[in-house]
């Protein structure tokens, strides 16, 4: 029987406790594979920069001039972080040996905050050979969108003689939304490896006797807008990554005494002490109790890594004793066994 591994290192297990229900929740740690997956034998990666900042419309209100403006540049530099953190986490990627970068194509740059046309395969293929790359990470498109909302207020300002008073003023906000799209191409099989579009939201506010100098009091609107970005950046490398989440599983904890019994144990982390008590009532004249310890047969084995023999019980568990939720639980032990499949084909790469 092929023993599957359900996640990297130990498993951590933690029980959220129901005191009357027929069943517990358990979470534990399991390993996705990487969302993205190259080629056998890609080493070096090309990243391109096709963004170029958007125009936005010029408008007869002051502000929109000033946000106008300052967009371009905050779009060139975004997106300039977004690209150097990009290669920064992958340059931290065992697997790969260099991570190159592409320059001085203004060509195949575009300004359009979609994603545009994918670049033909013979340009993939040329960029590649000049810069002795395997697969390309390309920007697609980086965009900043910011909305202005004004709500009248006061500000306490300091009279002629010191004191302190409330006078009218204006509340600005600032919600810039940050969008930018990725695609990878993989020329050895000319395909796109993956295609994905990021966004974020960063709120920023000031307070102004008018709406310009409320504008001049926000600070740290540009920092904020670059912090983000390169962490969109940082993400979008970390998807050649196998990835850490956790899982929710419900097992049985009513049926006979050794249920119950199994239950303590497995709350003081014995779990195959549990499941020495289960695998004895699989045996038991009633089915629904046998039906119950052959479906938590399968969360043991589940826990152990053992997604054949999970399996194995789990269907058992419907087949036999029609438990609710045991078809349900095969088809998701299903799916887990081949992205374990993955993962350990991208592990031996």
């Given at each position: 029987?092929?023993?599957?591994?359900?996640?990297?290192?130990?498993?951590?297990?933690?029980?959220?406790?129901?005191?009357?229900?027929?069943?517990?929740?358990?979470?534990?740690?399991?390993?996705?594979?990487?969302p993205v997956t190259l080629s056998k034998g890609v080493q070096r990666i090309g990243i391109l920069n096709r963004s170029l900042p958007s125009k936005s419309n010029i408008t007869a209100d002051k502000i929109d001039k000033i946000l106008s403006a300052e967009g371009r540049n905050l779009d060139a530099e975004g997106s300039e972080a977004a690209i150097l953190a990009l290669m920064e986490q992958l340059r931290q990627n065992e697997s790969l040996e260099e991570i190159v970068s592409i320059e001085d194509q203004p060509h195949l740059r575009k300004g359009l905050g979609v994603f545009p046309t994918t670049l033909t395969w013979n340009e993939i293929e040329t960029l590649c050979e000049e810069y002795k790359v395997d697969a390309i990470f390309s920007l697609a498109f980086y965009d900043t969108n910011t909305k202005v909302f004004y709500t009248p207020t006061t500000m306490a300002l300091p009279n002629k003689i010191g004191i302190r008073l409330a006078?009218?003023?204006?509340?600005?906000?600032l919600n810039t939304l940050i969008e930018n799209g990725w695609r990878v191409y993989d020329p050895n099989n000319r395909r796109i490896a993956d295609e994905l579009i990021f966004s974020d939201h960063?709120?920023?506010?000031?307070?102004?006797?008018?709406?310009?100098?409320?504008?001049?009091?926000?600070?740290?609107?540009?920092?904020?807008?670059?912090?983000?970005?390169?962490?969109?950046?940082?993400?979008?490398?970390?998807?050649?990554?196998?990835?850490?989440?956790?899982?929710?599983?419900?097992?049985?904890?009513?049926g006979t005494n050794n249920f119950k019994i199994a239950q303590r144990r497995a709350q003081?982390?014995?779990?195959?002490?549990?499941?020495?008590?289960?695998?004895?009532?699989?045996?038991?004249?009633?089915?629904?109790?046998?039906?119950?310890?052959?479906?938590?047969?399968?969360?043991s084995n589940e826990i152990n890594g053992n997604l054949d023999t999970a399996m194995q019980w789990?269907?058992?568990?419907?087949?036999?004793?029609?438990?609710?939720?045991?078809?349900?639980?095969?088809?998701?032990?299903?799916?887990?066994?081949?992205?374990d499949d993955v993962l350990h084909e991208q592990l031996a790469r």
């Open positions: 029987m092929k023993n599957r591994t359900l996640a990297l290192g130990s498993v951590i297990l933690t029980l959220l406790l129901g005191s009357c229900s027929v069943t517990n929740k358990l979470t534990m740690n399991a390993i996705n594979p990487a006078i009218p003023a204006h509340e600005l906000t960063v709120v920023s506010t000031g307070k102004g006797m008018n709406p310009v100098k409320a504008f001049e009091a926000i600070i740290g609107r540009k920092e904020a807008v670059l912090h983000q970005s390169k962490y969109m950046g940082m993400d979008y490398g970390k998807r050649l990554l196998p990835y850490q989440h956790r899982i929710t599983r419900d097992y049985f904890v009513r003081a982390g014995d779990w195959q002490g549990a499941a020495e008590l289960w695998k004895q009532e699989t045996a038991h004249s009633t089915p629904k109790v046998a039906g119950r310890a052959c479906y938590n047969m399968a969360i789990a269907s058992k568990a419907y087949t036999d004793y029609e438990i609710k939720g045991a078809l349900r639980y095969l088809n998701v032990l299903k799916y887990r066994a081949s992205q």
